[in-house]
């Protein structure tokens, strides 16, 4: 059976009268337990396909196409009522942001405890007890003071936890974080990080990390997918795409990178700047700042293609 | 070699008030007891992780913030002891690039006034033709072209905005240049354009730098020498190679250790630094780092280290530095 399959998935919206697709053609599949990271610059998409899965496009002109096979359902044909019992209890979110993403005026227990009471029929007792048993796997300091406390008391990171324990206490199959680990300092970073990967093993859950940054990318994921303009370009095993990038974005991607011990000079830039997804170039996406130009990038679109054992690249320079 | 920057002892500390009366309710040592020095032409880095005090050590040096006590010396002038009029006619020696590009250029100014704006505050007289040469040579000295002068700080990107704040600050030909987190608002690809042209305009200029930085790689690829704060204290000085290889205090340690390689390792072990940062209300005695190191001894607890030199010729702040 698949766990989740998305094919040909693509938001539009019309703005001022124009249609605008920020997201076209993206198709990939995930198994159960398997950590996928889609990693991009900003623009890219990233976020705007986490929102589609979760049905959660910003509804103000924007439409989704494809289709989002998740067990059984096609989640783009589920009615409201049904995808409201689906998100949060089969599929959790992590958004972006802790420090806006938890309502000031609600204590962060309450708001912890919501999804479980929200999904499964259990006392409020009992629901207290499995959030103060997530807060302490979490290892949140004295849970019982933290769970009565209010976000702006908390840190950044201790908030962030709270965030993640709120997509874990409902024992999801899916989770998607969308930079859960962004706004915070590298200690702290590699903290979560490291109790996020203890409970998904421990729980068995599947994890779609949203990311920008590669490091994290590598030290967690069995899979990538690398997004440019709207489009995925690479897609494949983690361990075959970062020691052997094919797509030229990817490569670039990857050299832009400074790491330490590396020699002074040679950190390589990619010219020019993402486009906006009001224009984005016609042919490949990235054929304006690619170093392997050929005249047919500028007019074909490349399509995605197996390059070696399971990793797929468009690029026209594999043809 | 004389020092072409030296900071010694800088402290400053901020009240905080707060309940109904706005009472002062504490104090935060934002900066303790700081001292290093910079080498003309050098590039010296300052990493710590958020509320570690190094933006305030930047604006500290250039005055933009009155210290409690200290001397900052640039270029055999004392900082500090200068009068009002003194000051202005110094900034213009001294020069600092902000974090966030979005917020830095007056948005009702097109970048062409922006950049004239430094000419006008120093009453340098230019005939028109004189400050549009002026203007596109600075332009073009960070890869803009004249055309990005008529644009709207909102027409141009994140990448070109940060360039067009680097040119505002080499309008007057600075020699000193503070750089606070010049790029963490920018995308890697973005990132690497930006750093690959500070590093030209270093040698082109001869500019020293003070790179302010939450990244550790990246201030250790861009920096001769790197500054490790921890809570306002400066914990280790080291040389950017050596800063890797061979870290003397844990928490730089840490910090490297902490970095996430882009070389896929599924089972890596991350030395976890357990803990949270200190309250920096409530500090604890002895060493400020005592608390999350996984090194730390009694007297570590009780008495607060000071910097001494290393053998690489760097300083560290610790009664156990590792060899």
Sequence with gaps: MTFLKITDLAVEFTVNKKTVKPISGVSFEMKSGEVLGVVGETGSGKSLTAQAIMGLTPLVGGRVSGSIQFGDHDLLTLSNDQMQSIRGAEISYIPQNPMTSLDPVFRVGDQIIEGIRKHHKISKKQAKEQTLEMMAKLRIPSPERVYMQYPHQLSGGLKQRIVIAIGLITDPKLLIADEPTTALDVTVQAQIMHLFKEQLIVKGISLLLITHDLGVVAQVCDKVAVMYAGNIVEYGDIDVIF????????????????????????????????????????????????PHIKPQCKTEVPLMQDVSNGTWTACHKYE | MKNFLEVENLSVSFGVRGGLLLRQVGTIQAVNNVSFSVAKGEAVGVVGESGCGKSTLARLILRLIEPSSGRVVLN??????????????????????????????????????????????????????????????????VDLSPMHGHSYPHQLSGGQKQRADIARALALSPEFLILDEPTAALDVSVQAQVINLLADLRKQLNLTFLFISHDLSLVSYFCDRVIVMYLGRIMEIVSAEDVGARPHHPYTKALTDNIFSTVPNKESQIPILEGEVPSPFNLPSGCVFASRCNKVQTLCREQSPVLTATPEGGEVACHYPLS
């Design chain 2, 76 to 141: 055999d002038t004392d900082i500090l002891t200068l009068s009002k009029q003194e000051l202005r006619a110094q900034r213009r020696h001294m020069q600092m690039v902000f974090q966030d590009p979005f917020s830095v250029m007056d948005p009702r100014y097109t970048i062409f006034e922006s950049l004239s704006e430094p000419f006008k505050i120093r009453q340098i007289k230019h005939t028109a033709d004189e400050r549009l040469a002026k203007v596109n040579a600075l332009l073009e000295m």
């Design chain 1, 243 to 290: 020691s052997n990038p094919k797509h030229p974005y990817t490569q670039a991607l990857l050299a832009c990178i400074p790491s330490m011990g590396m020699e002074k000079g040679s950190l390589a830039a990619i010219s020019g700047n993402v486009p906006n997804a009001g224009n984005y170039p016609l042919g490949c996406r990235f054929h304006p700042r690619c």
